[in-house]
């Protein structure tokens, strides 16, 4: 079938799936783009539609990458294309893909595990980016911890760039967190700027403990840490002078230097 | 005076600095937040006007800052504030802003110079956590290199929560930063996917230079550079995963565990 109004229902039902209620009650959520798409079905993500806009496309492996997709294929005009599209410049290719499992029990850590654990992080960009940079740095998974932040939105998605799907996810409490990284005796290593250890002078692994900028980390994660670690800034003593992704990407390349 | 109409000439005025050939031609940007206009204040920017709506203030401070400020102070009502905020949860404070020297003659150094080079950085965002970062690592300086986004985009001066006032930041060609650096003689250290030697093998310091993701460093500055270094990246060997402030934060964080 090939859609040629913005008005068609399916349009509709396809850009609410923008919205947290709307991906809760379906238990399904968008990705777009083709590095994005490729990454979601090298991890076997179950993608229900895949809407293509081929005078969009920019490049000419996309039919491959459709082929490949095994779902159903809608084709739309530019028009329908765009309103459905979350970016600016759309490169024709749109995927409905199922939810996938959060749960901490799906995890599986290797013997030298390396977790990041954020904690109640709001900005969905900054979360995608340390879920990337997680992915790059091999750590075995990520765990969002008191989630404030929604994981299947469409900018965890993006800032991922499609990350998500290749390093294992759960979204749970502090507290399961805790008592699922205890259970698995994974040391805590939390970083909070009170903190007297500089991030050089200590045994950075296992599970390195990320908070809202704002607020820091809870109580709770603070007294089940192991470690407590500060990031030396030299160059301004304010709490949040480091944004919480890039605080994650020093901890998780430290963790990979003391380990080289 | 008081504005009461989201109709009033200022107002438009005002909401034409989003756009970048309006402050090129009036020299003039936006700075919006209580952080970020402390900021500006402490390292002395002109302010000409201060926009407040004490109806949204969230502290008590405000008042005080609102007089440090020197500024023609310009009283909204919530409605035309709301319309001149770039924010989604405006704090009532807004300053139109006398743009800054951004050319390299104005740079100075330390005797250990510690320099972040960006290079044709595309977004805003990434270009204001980089900032951000370099002040907390007490870098010397900034330089955009072959510049693609105006550092007085209302995006970078918010990512750089206003640190972008506190960290000298000079604009220029990537020839012309080059010709900068070795007359200064600060080594020139080059972040590239396809260099040998880890960036933990190395001497990193001086100048670190950071491209954009999706094309890399261009010819001259690899061609300039004393030293290239890799981000081991165990998890995914392809180039673009990390982010380009990403691999900027590993780099100074770096630089400062080796001199540490």
């Given at each position: 079938m090939k859609i040629t109004s913005t008005a068609n229902p399916r349009v509709k039902d396809l850009v609410r799936l923008r919205n947290r209620r709307a991906r809760n009650e379906t238990g399904l959520f968008i990705v777009e783009g083709f590095r994005e798409i490729r990454r979601a079905i090298d991890h076997k993500i179950v993608i229900r539609e895949l809407w293509v806009c081929p005078e969009l496309f920019l490049g000419e492996q996309e039919g491959e990458l459709v082929e490949r997709s095994g779902a159903e294929i809608v084709e739309a005009s530019v028009e329908p294309f765009r309103k459905i599209a979350y970016r600016d410049r759309p490169e024709g290719l749109l995927a409905v893909c199922e939810q996938f499992d959060t749960t901490l029990e799906h995890l599986r850590v290797s013997d030298t595990p390396l977790v990041l654990v954020v904690e109640a992080i709001e900005k969905p960009g900054n979360l995608g980016t340390m879920i990337r940079t997680a992915t790059a740095a091999n750590a075995d998974a990520v765990i969002v911890a008191d989630q404030t932040t929604d994981v299947f939105n469409p900018n965890v998605v993006r800032a991922s760039i499609g990350t998500i799907f290749a390093t294992p996810i759960a979204v749970c409490s502090s507290d399961d967190a805790i008592a699922w990284l205890q259970h698995k005796n994974i040391p805590i290593c939390a970083a909070t700027p009170?903190?007297?250890?500089?991030i050089w002078d200590a045994r950075i692994d296992g599970a390195l403990v990320v908070g809202a900028?704002?607020?820091?980390?809870?109580e709770q994660m603070l007294d089940a840490a192991d470690v407590k670690v500060r990031i030396p800034m030299p160059g301004d003593d304010e709490i949040d002078s480091l944004n919480a992704a890039t605080s994650a990407s020093i901890l998780l390349f430290e963790a990979l230097r003391q380990r080289s």
């Open positions: 009170n903190a007297e250890t500089s900028e704002q607020y820091g980390l809870s």
